[in-house]
């Protein structure tokens, strides 16, 4: 049985895979979460795909914060005040990256119309990501596309408040998840975050997680993409010290971003076994 917590659809701008297509690395039985990027849109076709296939599906969502990216995942029915919330977020972001995209062709004529652009990284939402909006300055441009992303992540943070998404820091997001009666998790603690290479110190990430336990993170993304057995060990035990539920994800986005979900089959079964209990206890009227 795999188990695997993080995974990614074309919903997220840099996810490649339909819904179906995701599903295809799952078999009966095994337990799959979605946690697309600041988006729940897949999650209608996940929830009736999965249950088709006798897959158990895990509804939740990945957010961005400055230092760590904070997981969502709603075990205990989905409020509506979150469905509205969510509503009028995604319509502010895609009004957002209409507004920065048209900025930018002021200042370069060579960047192709918007519609063109949205072909670059076809998204179901229709709505521009921070990929296909880099690849389209990096050709307009002549620049690199990691070049480009750090120049259109920068225009869009400088953008005035109320015309892009509200930013959280971690505290402001973990409060919100647990108003939204879901259970906040830490995502890959030792993966840098805001497009950083490379990997986290161990003491930057245990006082990382010391913090947020304080804030009220409920669990910790202990094994996932780039992870290695000592980080695994060392996630383990602050997990057992502060009484925070372990998880693994693949952080799967397509074949050359995330492990593939049959690679956590590797895992200890023991590790396994007790993220399967601590789901079948947390979810037990819907699974």
């Known amino acids: 049985m795999i188990i695997d917590l993080h995974l990614h659809s ?12 995701l599903l295809d690395l799952f078999s009966e039985g095994d337990i799959a979460g979605l946690t697309d990027h600041e988006t729940i849109g897949g999650w209608p076709e996940f929830e009736k795909e999965a ?19 904070i997981l969502a995942y709603f075990f205990d029915g989905v409020p509506n ?3 509205q919330y969510m509503k009028a977020r995604r319509a502010t ?9 048209e900025e930018f062709r002021k200042d370069n004529p060579r960047l192709k119309p918007y519609n063109e652009a949205l072909k670059l990284r076809a998204h179901p939402e229709n709505i521009l990501g921070l990929p296909g909006f880099a690849e389209a300055v990096s050709k307009a441009s002549d620049i690199a596309q990691e070049d480009a992303e750090d120049i259109v992540r920068r225009q869009k943070r400088a953008m005035p408040d109320g015309t892009r998404p509200e930013p959280f820091n971690p505290e402001e ?14 995502a890959h603690p030792y993966r840098c975050s805001q497009g950083k290479d490379g990997r986290e110190k161990k003491e930057t990430v245990e006082n990382k997680i010391r913090e947020l336990a304080n ?7 202990v094994y996932s993409w780039n992870s290695n057995q000592e980080e695994l060990e060392h996630l383990l035990g602050l997990c057992d010290e502060l009484k925070l539920a372990p998880i693994v994800g693949s952080d799967f986005h397509h074949a050359n971003k995330g492990l593939r979900p049959q690679d956590l089959n590797a895992l200890d079964r023991k590790l396994i076994q007790r993220i399967f209990e601590w789901i079948e206890n947390l979810a037990a009227p819907t699974l």
């Open 10 to 21: 074309h919903y997220s701008p840099d996810g490649r895979h339909s819904i179906p297509q």
């Open 51 to 69: 249950n088709k296939r006798g897959i158990k599906p895990v509804l939740g969502i990945e957010w961005f914060a400055p230092g760590c990216h």
């Open 81 to 83: 005040a979150f469905y």
């Open 93 to 101: 972001e895609k009004s957002c990256m209409h507004t920065l995209y």
């Open 173 to 186: 997001i973990i409060k919100n998840i647990n108003g939204w009666n879901a259970v906040p998790v830490l």
């Open 215 to 221: 804030a009220g993170i409920k669990g910790v993304d």
